[in-house]
Each structure stands twice: as structure tokens, then as C-alpha cells.
Antibody, heavy 118, light 111 residues
């Protein structure tokens, strides 16, 4: 059974870069869309972007200028970098596995709260 | 403002049936993309309830069902139980945005 686990700093200063890693266990990374999704306090879900196992990426247009995703299949990890963060980027960040383009997210990490504050 | 529109809240008494709607447009649900539904209990990660419009993953009770028509979809919950109290989100894909898109979420209260 696939398991995902997010890791990274829980506190980031404004204007700095948020960096998170998702570790995958129990399944191959091949043929899936590895995504990041966030949820601001009391708000709904926002898809940030995906990294296909081959390295292809696609980002939410509203965040595209600040987002970079990468994958290391040998370590079974994929990462998120979000630059120039503000308080509006404070959220619980989830990594999730997408089954196919437009498909559902069948496995999720537990989520990690990232607070942007000085 | 979410691309997919859901009612902010619904409620029902134990044993009753409730439905949650998800309205999209011609570039997402109306374009033929599948709709998926998630349940999020307070403080937990979302869990898929329905995928591919009307399919249930193993372990999800058959009290939960999904349907889709034109530019909208619905999640129905029958035999409402206290444990069903949670937030529910619909999700699809939008071809004009090239994005996965979510509804704004619906809070289900079991009276």
C-alpha cells in the first residue's frame, strides 16, 4: 500500500523560499502524476501542480511564476519549491498521487502546516 | 472563487438522504472529464469517496454514490450517520486551464 510523507520546515520567513519533500513508499513512482495540493486555514483545496515521473511538470497558472517541482525516482522523492512567499502562502501542504491526467488522487500524505511569518 | 461550485453547507438527520451538487462548465465537467469526490474529516487529509463519476474504492460503503449529467455532478449519501459529518469536495479537470480543479467544499452537518 502506497504511503506518502511530507517533510520540511514548518516556518518560513516572508520573501524566502518554501521547500518541501514528499517521500513515497510501498509503490513505484512510474506512470503517476505526483502532485502538491494546499489548503489555507479554513479554506478549500488548491492544486499547486504536478510532476510526472518522467520529469514533465505542469503548474497552477496562479502560482506558476513562483513554483518549481522536481523528482528523484532513485530516492522515491519529489519536491516543491515556492519562492517569494507571503502570509497568503500559509497553508497545510499535501502531496498526493494522481492516477492519470484528470484522474483522482488516490493516495495523500498526512499534510504539513507551513506558516509564513517573520 | 472555485471553478467548480458547491453549496457551502448541507445538513440532515441520522438515517436521511442528502445530496451535494457540483456545478462546472463546458471546459471541465461538460467537456466529459470525470468527477471525483473526497471526504475530509477535521484535521485529516482528504480521502477519495467516489472516482470516475460513480465508482467507489474498496472500503467505501455503498451508502455513498455519485452521478454526473451535462455540466454538473452530485454526491448522494443515504442512511446518514454521525460519522459522515465532514467536508466534501468535488474535483475534475479543466481543459482551458490545463489544471486539476476542486470545488469550494461542502460542510455536512448531521443533526
Amino acid at each position: 500500500q502506497v504511503q506518502l510523507q511530507e517533510s520540511g520546515p514548518g516556518l518560513v520567513k516572508p520573501s524566502e523560499t518554501l521547500s518541501l519533500t514528499c517521500s513515497v513508499s510501498g509503490a513505484s513512482m512510474s506512470s503517476y502524476y505526483w502532485s502538491w495540493i494546499r489548503q489555507s486555514p479554513g479554506q478549500g483545496l488548491e492544486w499547486i501542480g504536478y510532476m510526472y515521473y518522467s520529469g514533465t511538470t505542469n503548474y497552477n497558472p496562479s502560482l506558476k511564476s513562483r513554483v518549481t517541482m522536481s523528482v528523484d525516482t532513485s530516492k522515491k522523492q519529489f519536491s516543491l519549491k515556492l519562492r517569494s512567499v507571503t502570509a497568503a502562502d500559509t497553508a497545510v501542504y499535501y502531496c498526493a498521487r494522481g492516477r492519470w491526467l484528470g484522474g483522482h488522487f488516490d493516495s495523500w500524505g498526512q499534510g504539513t502546516l507551513v506558516t509564513v511569518s517573520s | 472563487q472555485s471553478v467548480l461550485t458547491q453549496p457551502p453547507s448541507v445538513s440532515g438527520a441520522p438515517g436521511q438522504r442528502v445530496t451535494i451538487s457540483c456545478t462546472g462548465s463546458g471546459s471541465n465537467i461538460g467537456a466529459g472529464y470525470d468527477v471525483h469526490w473526497y471526504q475530509q474529516v477535521l484535521g485529516k487529509a482528504p480521502k477519495v469517496l467516489i472516482y470516475g463519476n460513480n465508482k467507489r474504492p474498496s472500503g467505501v460503503p455503498d451508502r455513498f454514490s455519485g452521478s454526473k449529467s451535462d455540466t454538473s455532478a452530485s454526491l448522494a449519501i443515504t442512511g446518514l450517520q454521525a460519522e459522515d459529518e465532514a467536508d466534501y469536495y468535488c474535483q475534475s479537470y479543466d481543459s482551458s486551464l490545463s489544471d486539476w480543479v476542486f470545488g469550494g467544499g461542502t460542510k455536512l452537518t448531521v443533526l
